[in-house]
């Protein structure tokens, strides 16, 4: 990452546009501006549309509010992004290396050559293991994603994820005025040892005055309109440790659309209209005016399924093997300023719950108090964060071909050409023999310099064939994504399945129906392999289950429960053929209504 002082965080959401402009001080972060401005975007607009009301939007704020800073960081959605926690031995940078690489393989459920991968790993105090935090996203949606970020007018020096800027913003936040000192006086000083060649001096280890440091966990949600983002954090003696992050497919858009529904609005501008004037969630009284209660009451369902998809979540994070209780919930984003969202969630979670409108006391951060509540640019402040320095994680996901020019030294290329030109001038002065030999060279440098921006130009080219090429492989895959749609359920199905269930047949129907039959010893084992189910497979993508049938105990032998789960995907509609499933036992013939026999279990 350049060493930047001054950086833009920009969050390009699809109702809204939301920027902020940070600056990196002695002791502080000072937010020097933030605004944002509606994009005009309306649900069914082509993707080329879409793309261009984004950069049209980006181009105007920029102009309008004078924005400084020409560097700016961006952020994928966390829905387009696989995540994964887990700790391995400790071992050499090497070795390390080489096994996070075969884990990768293992869990990631797509072709490690169509992927951009990142990882950050930390030590865990007072055990040699490491916690890594593996990221991956498809090479296709970073191409569609910059398709934009290139035409918005500035320079993008990173691309984030959402969640991982949520969580670089709220841990900011989380921390006291001497810490954040602490951590500029750390990341000052390794850019000036970085500007002499040295390498960066190591942070001084705080002091363990407990033996046991007190852990606050906290859930951050940032409510968008397309979807919801939830990043989980443990702060332990100040310090804030990644704990889970997930994007939920539900926003501010589905409360509209609830709206237009009921009220059989035709035009998606004026329900939305009507939700930010006359609606509120659960009986709150709205902003303006009189409540209209059919549009209230429609809101509130959908409000009623967000809650339940952050509580899910939130006991999802308590099962993990470090999993606590939440202490509290901080929203932000636009639509949890909705009269009533704040007191509906709190009272669903059974959590504290707070909106963030402005930085807590004693903070490091100086708000932009022109540009009212902080709340919408939680991601954009988590981005810019990642900018300066200072962010506690620095996924990257901007193409490797960019990173090299971004990372390109400049300053040393600027002072060899100086050092080029003195010497030119020199030798003018010391006669027309001297002249004629450094004016020769100076026309070899031109030359060189042509030569270069020729290869530049070739480079271009041959950088949109291969994005053509990467298009019509695209296009081919979608032709086999039958397999591959069954491979991964098989492969969600296995990180959902708990350790001591025996999976003895699984099978999908060509209309979507999805069958597993299974043993367990225990009757929670049941129960926790349907939950886990219902986390990974979320509720838009089902139109059925997971449901349990065929529940039995088992008498004699091994004992235990032999039970079915039943599940109907929404999104597989192939009336060609039916798409045989692997099996883990051989072919054979069962009798209907039936378990099948004990078979080779895994």
């Not at 949606?141 to 984030?160: I, N, S, T, Y």
């Not at 939920?248 to 035709?266: C, W, Y």
């Not at 020019?405 to 080029?420: G, N, Q, S």
Request: charged content about 25%; hydrophobic content about 40%; glycine content about 8%.
């Amino acid at each position: 990452m350049p060493q930047l002082k001054q950086c833009l965080g920009i969050d390009l959401g699809v109702n809204s546009v939301k920027i902020v402009e940070l600056a990196l001080q002695k002791r502080s972060v000072r937010v020097l501006r933030a605004a944002s401005a509606p994009t005009g975007v309306q649900p069914g607009m082509p993707a080329e549309e879409v793309r261009s009301a984004l950069v049209s939007t980006v181009k105007a704020l920029l102009k309008q509010e004078k924005f400084a800073a020409r560097k700016a960081v961006f952020s994928l959605s966390g829905q387009k992004v696989f995540v994964r926690r887990f700790r391995l031995p400790m071992a050499s940078p090497e070795r390390l290396h080489r096994i996070i690489q075969y884990e990768a393989r293992q869990q990631i459920p797509f072709p490690l050559d169509k992927t951009s991968l990142q990882y950050q790993h930390r030590e865990v105090p007072g055990e040699r293991e490491v916690e890594v935090l593996l990221t991956a996203v498809r090479h296709d949606e970073v191409r569609d994603f910059m398709q934009v970020v290139r035409r918005c007018g500035v320079k993008a020096v990173a691309v984030g994820v959402t969640t991982f800027s949520l969580f670089n913003a709220q841990s900011f936040l989380a921390l006291e005025e001497e810490q954040v000192a602490a951590k500029i006086k750390s990341v000052l000083a390794a850019r000036q040892a970085a500007a002499k060649g040295k390498e960066a001096p190591v942070p001084e280890a705080a002091d363990e005055e407990e033996e046991f440091a007190y852990q606050d966990v906290r859930a951050f949600v940032n409510m968008g309109a397309a979807t919801c983002d939830l990043a989980i954090a443990r702060i332990e003696g100040g310090e804030p440790h990644f704990g889970f992050a997930r994007t939920i497919p539900l926003g501010g858009d589905e409360l509209t659309r609830s709206i237009q529904k009921a009220l059989k609005v035709e035009r998606f501008h004026d329900a939305e209209r009507i939700k930010v004037t006359s609606t509120s969630v659960a009986g709150a009284e709205p902003e303006e005016g009189e409540a209209n209660e059919e549009a209230s009451a429609a809101m509130s369902k959908v409000a009623e399924r967000l809650a339940g998809e952050i509580r899910r979540s939130i006991e999802f994070y308590m099962t993990q093997p470090d999993g606590v209780a939440v202490d509290s919930v901080v929203l932000s984003g636009g639509a949890s300023m909705l009269p009533g969202m704040e007191e509906h969630l709190e009272e669903r979670l059974t959590t504290p719950t707070v909106i963030l409108h402005e930085p807590p006391e004693g903070t490091g951060l100086e708000w932009y108090e022109q540009a009212g509540s902080m709340a919408p640019f939680a991601v954009s402040i988590g981005s810019a964060l990642q900018g300066i320095g200072l962010g506690a994680l620095q996924v990257d996901f901007l193409p490797e071909e960019q990173k090299i020019i971004r990372d390109f030294p400049y300053k040393m290329a600027a002072a060899l050409l100086a050092m080029v030109v003195g010497t030119v001038a020199v030798a003018a002065n010391s006669g027309r023999e001297y002249a004629s030999t450094y004016q020769q060279e100076a026309q070899q440098v031109e030359m060189l310099v042509q030569r270069t921006a020729s290869d530049v130009r070739q480079f271009n080219e041959l950088q949109s064939m291969h994005a053509d090429v990467a298009t019509n492989f695209e296009h081919l895959e979608k032709l086999w994504g039958d397999r591959n749609y069954w491979i991964e359920v098989l492969a969600r199905v296995w990180r959902a399945k708990p350790a001591e269930v025996l999976i003895e047949d699984m099978r999908g129907g060509h209309e979507g129906e999805f069958r597993i039959v299974a043993w367990s010893p225990q009757r929670i084992s049941v129960s926790n392999f349907e939950s886990a189910l219902r986390t990974e497979f979320d509720e838009e993508r089902l139109r059925e289950g997971p449901r349990l049938a065929n529940f039995q105990p088992v008498t004699g032998g091994e004992g235990g429960f032999q039970f079915e789960i039943t599940m109907d995907f929404r999104d597989k509609h192939n009336h060609l053929s039916i798409t045989p499933t692997p099996r883990p036992d051989q072919p054979g013939v069962r009798q209907p209504g039936r378990f099948p026999g004990r078979a080779p279990r895994f």
